[in-house]
C-alpha cells in the first residue's frame, strides 16, 4: 500500500492527473504500477488501476491476472471495477474511500446510478440498430471458438 500511496503522489508531484495510485503483486513482488495519466494523456480512461492492470498484462503477457493482489490508494470508481472484474483480480485492497475522493470532487454516484436505470432511461442516449456484418462477426467468432474449443 506504501507503494501505491508514493505513486498517487508522483501522479500530483507530475502533474499528470488525480492524486491516485495502484500495485498489483503477485507471489509477493510487484508485477503491475501506475498512476492516474488522465490530465497528461488527454485519456480518462488512464486512471491509475487501468494503468497498473495494463502494465501487469504487459509483463505477464497475459490478459488475466489471476492469483495477483491490487493494491490501490483509493476505492476503484466503477471503470476500474470493471476492469478489475474483466482482468480475474480476486482481491482489491484500497486506502482512501469513495466518500474520500468524493470529497475532493471525484462524483462517481451518477454513474452507479446510472447503471441502475433501465437503457431507456438513462441520461446518454443507448440506440440499439441491428446490422447483419456486426452479426457476421459474432457469429464466425462463435463458430471457430467451438471448433478450436476455446
Known sequence: ?????????????????????????????????????????????????VMAIRDACKNLATPELVGCELYTSAEPCPMCMAAIY?????????????????ALGYEDTIIYEELKKPLNERKIKMVHIPDDAAKEVFDYWKKKNKSDNI
Open 1 to 49: 500500500m506504501e507503494e501505491a500511496a508514493r505513486l498517487s503522489a508522483e501522479a500530483i508531484h507530475h502533474l499528470d492527473g488525480g492524486p491516485f495510485g495502484c500495485v498489483i503483486v503477485k507471489d509477493g513482488k510487484i508485477i503491475g504500477k501506475g498512476w492516474n495519466h488522465v490530465m497528461a494523456t488527454n485519456d480518462p480512461t488512464a486512471h491509475a488501476e
Open 86 to 102: 474483466w482482468a480475474c483480480i480476486p482481491i482489491v485492497y484500497y486506502a482512501n474511500t469513495k466518500e474520500d475522493s468524493k
